[in-house]
């Protein structure tokens, strides 16, 4: 019986390296992608513009592929560009009802050249490669989360996957639109779990939504997520009344501090604060070296777990971090299946 035992402790030990290495090996792809070099002078236009495919002139943005469809464009009834530390560009046109297929489109291109356009017609979104304009998937946000969507492919078309460049491409989109949340619509990442995992177990197709949705909508999705709101705008007032903190990260530590206290105290096994979580994706103290945490989870039906990010200040969260609360919290609620991903910025 001890021989037993110790083999599936070596065992568990095992997939625990591998888990880490998994880990290790997906933010070293992140990372490689945000150092690529940018030439602002020769972004690449994306596919479903009239100068699609094309090198675009310098300028950034408000030339090139933001003025270049204005004439032609009669239906898109506003644009916005917004250009990211790391080079990566988004674009977002909003669409005349019943002009087009889609409300909303976001066209983000990746220093690389690399792009994906996302199509959103009220909670269903498609996501076309940049270069092709081949449907890479279809999906609609549900208060199960993203669930995918047949679509058609053209005969003979080669099958696309989802692949890691959307991922990162969908993180961008979500850090740009989080910074436009209003209080009555949130911007969210839904997606399937194994979109971040190396060897996805089940038949579900990998998924990924990214885009505003109203709050009741989010409210169904993540049945917590009103409390969640209102526990992080008062604990933030109340411990900025007090003043007693030393910069904006002080302030940001103590926010964090409270509301695990609070959250601890309702001692629910579905909803859990402040973890922290080593490499091996094992849960160790918090400030350990090499551990990520993950401010607040919401497992919030069978299969759906929810992850709150708490930003104070001007902070945004980015491609990496995002892509750690995803591995970890597959790894903390074992049965999840699918994510949603919510920035939480307190009003004060």
Request: hydrophobic share 35%; with cysteine.
């Amino acid at each position: 019986m001890r021989q037993g035992t110790t083999l599936r402790s070596e065992i568990a030990a095992i997939r625990g390296l591998l888990a880490g290495a998994a880990l290790d090996v997906r933010i070293l792809r992140l990372e490689r992608a945000l150092r690529h070099k940018f030439s602002p002078d020769q972004p690449r236009a994306p596919a479903g513009q009239p100068n699609g495919g094309r090198w675009i002139p310098a300028g950034g943005a408000g030339s090139g592929d933001a003025d270049s469809s204005r004439g032609t464009e009669g239906d898109v009834t506003s644009r916005s560009q917004t250009l990211l530390d790391d080079g990566t560009r988004v674009l977002t046109l909003r669409i005349r009802s019943g002009q087009r297929d889609y409300d909303r489109q976001d066209i983000v291109t990746a220093p690389d050249g690399q792009s994906r356009i996302f199509e959103t017609s009220g909670l269903t979104q498609t996501i076309r490669d940049g270069a092709t304009g081949a449907v890479l998937g279809r999906s609609t946000f549900t208060a199960n989360g993203a669930e995918p969507e047949a679509f058609a492919q053209p005969a003979f078309a080669p099958a696309v996957p989802l692949g890691v460049a959307t991922v990162e491409l969908a993180l961008s989109l979500f850090a740009v639109l989080s910074s436009r949340n209003s209080l009555y619509s949130r911007t969210v990442l839904g997606l399937s779990a194994h979109d971040f995992m190396p060897n996805p177990e089940g038949g579900n197709k990998p998924v990924i939504w990214v885009g505003p949705i109203s709050q009741d909508k989010l409210d169904e999705a993540c049945r917590r997520n009103a409390q969640v709101e209102e526990m992080t705008n008062r604990v933030a007032r109340r411990v900025h009344a007090t003043g007693l903190y030393t910069s904006p990260q002080d302030f940001g530590n103590k926010v964090h501090f409270e509301i695990a206290k609070e959250v601890k105290s309702l001692n629910d096994p579905d909803f859990k604060a402040e973890i922290s979580l080593d490499r091996s994706s094992s849960e160790t103290l918090y400030g350990s070296a090499g551990s990520v945490r993950l401010d607040l989870l919401e497992r919030s039906s069978r299969g759906t777990t929810c992850i709150y990010d708490y930003k104070t200040g001007n902070a945004q969260l980015d491609s990496m971090r995002a892509a750690r609360l995803a591995v970890m919290a597959k790894a903390y609620f074992p049965g999840t299946l699918r994510l949603i991903v919510i920035q939480v910025k307190p009003r004060l």
